[in-house]
């Protein structure tokens, strides 16, 4: 075993536990793994068996991957010209989400006056959820077209053709969450 194994276990155990701001006794009852060896889990001393590792990110619900790899910085700032931008046409589309979420894209639109967008139909049984931030938005999905205002959310399926508009006076900001459907679940 890797000898900086060990250490990643105990900083990330230690730290997944202390954000959910639970004992060593609680995850103890939780996992099924004695105190003392949670004890030991944390402070690097222990050469756990992949049982007690299953069970130990079974009950701080993260993957065992999670417990073995170098622990993740604490917060990392993202300057807004590092994220990912395109343009369609007039409207300026970016990436919320800097590191890849499996199954969530998180996208900014901005949409001046009159500038309309199309959007790409994914996978079926994608669900997209639209709200508009500022301004008025138009979308058009399944032959019905919605007109949101400031804080209205519309939720519709994402493996259809889909558009967004501007028909307003100002300029618009709408936020998109596409949750694509998990592989395998997809509807034939």
Request: glycine share 8%; charged share 25%; aromatic share 4%.
């Amino acid at each position: 075993m890797d000898d900086t194994v060990p250490e990643n276990i105990a900083n990330n155990v230690r730290k997944l536990r202390e954000t959910r701001g639970l004992t060593q006794q609680q995850m103890s009852k939780r996992s099924g793994v004695p105190r003392p060896t949670w004890a030991n889990l944390e402070s690097g001393g222990a050469n756990p068996t992949v049982a007690v590792l299953v069970k130990v990110a079974n009950a701080l619900q993260v993957r065992v991957e999670e417990l073995l790899s170098p622990p993740k910085a604490s917060a990392r700032h993202y300057e807004a010209s590092s994220l990912r931008t395109r343009k369609r046409g007039k409207v300026i589309v970016r990436m919320l989400l800097p590191d890849n979420v499996p199954g969530l894209d998180l996208e900014r639109m901005d949409i001046p006056v009159g500038a309309s967008m199309s959007g790409v139909p994914h996978t079926p049984g994608t669900r997209e959820y639209l709200t508009c931030e500022r301004g008025e938005v138009e979308l058009a999905a399944a032959g019905e077209t919605w007109r949101l205002k400031a804080g209205d959310v519309v939720v519709f399926r994402g493996d259809q053709k889909h558009s967004y508009r501007n028909p307003g006076r100002s300029h618009a900001v709408a936020y998109s969450v596409i949750a694509f459907a998990p592989v395998g679940d997809q509807l034939l």
